[in-house]
Nanobody, 123 residues
Framework: QVQLVESGGGLVQAGDSLRLSCAASIRTFSVTTMGWFRQAPGKERKFVAA????????YYADSVKGRFTISRDNTKNSLYLQMNSLKPEDTAVYYCAAAKGGYYRTPIDYNYWGQGTQVTVSS
């Protein structure tokens, strides 16, 4: 069983930075990929960034490339999302997710989800 707990969301102004964290409790399953998704009110959940747990390869949505950085700490079983130059359109609930496989761009690729953390960016 894998449990994921996000933290670090909040209310910030445009141009500010936030760092999201995800504490992963990984027991018997081998997790290949971890990612961040976001969901704005009335919209579908969208891919933000992903990282391969062992090799560290990273992937980003075009909308966040150059502003967001995904990273992980294997020793702490933790995932992070550093978000810089935040924009009002980044406002959403951000979810941490873990996948057993190597696909990463769609929600269906992931097996486990956190409860989400709200990020609100005011203009």
């Amino acid at each position: 069983q894998v449990q994921l707990v996000e933290s670090g969301g909040g209310l910030v102004q445009a141009g500010d930075s936030l760092r999201l964290s995800c504490a992963a409790s990984i027991r018997t399953f081998s997790v290949t990929t971890m990612g961040w998704f976001r969901q704005a009110p009335g919209k579908e959940r969208k891919f933000v960034a992903a990282i391969f747990w062992s090799g560290g390869d990273t992937y980003y949505a075009d909308s966040v490339k150059g502003r967001f950085t995904i990273s992980r700490d294997n020793t702490k079983n933790s995932l992070y999302l550093q978000m810089n130059s935040l924009k009002p359109e980044d406002t959403a609930v951000y979810y941490c997710a873990a996948a057993k496989g190597g696909y990463y761009r769609t929600p269906i690729d992931y097996n486990y989800w956190g409860q989400g953390t709200q990020v609100t960016v005011s203009s």
